[in-house]
């Protein structure tokens, strides 16, 4: 049925390409060709195409193909049309951009791929398009946009709308280098963190709209500030971040001291300020709660070899971040033996004796600080074949001093319960103690 279709499109499309010769050398079949002040431009928006017409004249500077029912595009596609400055694909059913569809596309300086169904925007799927200037990706599917896709138009771009898709995130690292930016559409996404410092060096900024995010917070930003305050020296920026669950505690407290009183935005949380309008809320109920260090491990006791997992739960308005520090006093952070999660587990897989000793959590917010200590006590394993003396005089110095230490303490048994799990060493432990 699709073949069908398609072979008696293309008879079509032979016998009008027969009949206009002379006028425009080449005009796909119901696609009107204009040659005006020497420029083509090739108009086939709404003419039911399945795909992108294979014969358009390469020399066209504008080809419209929007409303039609294309489903990919790359291949041959934009071959050789290094004078094409407009290219609009709006409202197709385009799922799929090869990568390196747009390479020759060296003069584009618009590209309108708006209402489709893309859901990724890849590494190379925009290559290419040196000169670009417009990117309209609004109202797709998107959930990703690779880190590299904007690479060969960081310095043009003045115009990026990614509005109105499945963003949990946007490549931050590459926007901050657009240095010709000027309207920035994130709006209707699931965004929900803004990197700080994105917009210190785009200087051209004028429209940034966040509306319709997952934003709790906003970092303090020069933008947002000249946005809100314009001094001379800052234009007057249009921004919008209303329809965002923002969470009104003392770290946007910067920016409800910014003057103005005109939108709309609301509080989500916490719950006594839910509802009220963020302009409304006077400044000394925008508060924080220090961290409250609420269950920690006090005393743990850990055969060399196995794992130790320390925890230390803390509560605060924001959420705190959980630190630990050795007992060198140093900062913990991931390697192939221990993890830290934010959640304020420690795991030290394998220990080793040097391990031993006393560690402090740290739990951090806006609001302060708060700290406890875990002992960890590492009981060494009797080592085969030890370099100095015999082994049992080895196991006997090693653990007997451990074990004498425990004697009598309510953690004895504990540890005797880990030593079921090593029953070859378990008679020698107890013949030293
Ligand atoms: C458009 O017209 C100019 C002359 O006005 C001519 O030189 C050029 O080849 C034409 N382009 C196409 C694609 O027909
Ligand atoms: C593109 O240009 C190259 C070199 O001029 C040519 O060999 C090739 O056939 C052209 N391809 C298309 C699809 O026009
Ligand atoms: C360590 O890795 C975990 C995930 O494996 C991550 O959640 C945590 O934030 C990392 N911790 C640090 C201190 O980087
Ligand atoms: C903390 O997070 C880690 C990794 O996600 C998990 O294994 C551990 O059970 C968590 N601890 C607590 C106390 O929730």
Known sequence: MKFKEN??????????????????????????????????????????????????????????????????????????????????????????????AFADLESLRSLHLDGNRLTILGPRDLAGLVNLQHLIVNNNQLIKVSVQAFDDFLLTLEDLDLSYNNLRRVPWESIQNMASLHTLNLDHNLIDHIAEGVFGELYKLARLDMTSNRLRTLPPDPLFTGAISPTPYNAVISLNFGGNPLHCNCELLWLRRLIRGDDMETCATPAHLAGRYFWSIPEEEFTCEPPLITRHTHKLWVLEGQRATLKCRAIGDPEPVVHWVSPDDRIIANSSRTSSFSNGTLDILVTVARDDGAYTCIAINAAGEATATVDLKIIPLPHRGGNAGSNSVEIGDKSGGTTLSLSGQEEESSILQRCRAFPVWLPIMLSVS
């Open 7 to 100: 072979s008696s499109q293309f008879k079509k499309l032979r016998t009008c390409l027969l009949l206009t010769w002379g006028v425009v050398s080449a005009c796909p079949f119901h696609c009107v060709c204009r040659n005006l002040s020497e420029s083509l431009s090739t108009l086939c928006a709404d003419k039911g195409l399945l795909f992108v017409p294979p014969h358009v004249d390469r020399r066209t500077v504008e080809l419209r193909l929007a409303d039609n029912f294309i489903t990919e595009v790359g291949g041959n596609d934009f071959v050789n049309m290094t004078g094409l400055v407009d290219l609009t694909l709006s409202r197709n059913t385009i799922h799929l951009i090869r990568p390196m």
